[in-house]
């Protein structure tokens, strides 16, 4: 495989930049968040419900709310959601599932962490997710977001807010939950 090339200086100064710089960060991430949904639906709040982790090298907060990932530019990031409890029941149900409904990267740099990132961090490549009827006992079923970190992202550490919607149980109406201590991506230059 070959890489094509511009000379970013004109010929002859020896500085060359890649034409698509990141597109070679194959390795996707996986970011995992597992929701306590009996206790998200009681409490109205993912603050002591919600647990992330992921398979990223030098990030912190496994296990915990507030997760920092660390990616590359030009890499894929994949943000799967799922309950704790996801095991078909004995009366042929399954649990209440979650599903990400958005995520929203904040402005860190305005000091106030609730206002919107202006610049777009993100591709959006798309929202996956399985309907009921598809769901038996040996697949595991769950909703996952995907998106490409731009090559053009300025290497920093960006919070981000998801907006979970839960099924509830015995009912048809959604609850809709934000983040409330808010995760984050350290992305590195490559």
């Not at 599932?97 to 740099?109: A, G, R």
């Not at 731009?150 to 959604?174: D, F, N, V």
């Amino acid at each position: 495989m070959t890489t094509s090339t511009t000379t970013a200086g004109g010929p002859g100064t020896g500085i060359e930049q890649k034409q698509n710089p990141g597109q070679l960060n194959s390795v996707q991430l996986n970011i995992v968040t597992l929701v306590n949904m009996e206790r998200a639906a009681e409490t109205g709040s993912l603050a002591e419900s919600m647990y992330m982790m992921d398979n990223s090298i030098g990030g912190s907060g496994q296990g915990t709310n507030h997760l920092e990932t660390v990616c590359k530019q030009g890499q894929v990031l994949n943000w799967i959601v799922r309950p704790i409890d996801m095991d078909k029941r004995i009366d042929n149900t399954w649990p209440p599932m979650p599903k990400i409904n958005s995520i929203v990267f904040l402005d860190t740099e305005l000091g106030d962490e609730e206002d919107v990132a202006e610049r777009k961090i993100c591709t959006e490549l798309k929202i996956y997710g399985a309907p009921d009827r598809m769901r038996d006992k040996f697949t595991p079923v769950y909703y996952y977001w995907a998106g490409t970190i731009l090559s053009t992202a300025k290497p920093g550490l960006y919070r981000y807010r998801l907006i979970l919607e839960l099924e509830q149980e015995g009912t048809k109406e959604r609850l809709y939950l934000n983040t409330v201590e808010h995760p984050s991506i350290r992305i590195l230059g490559i």
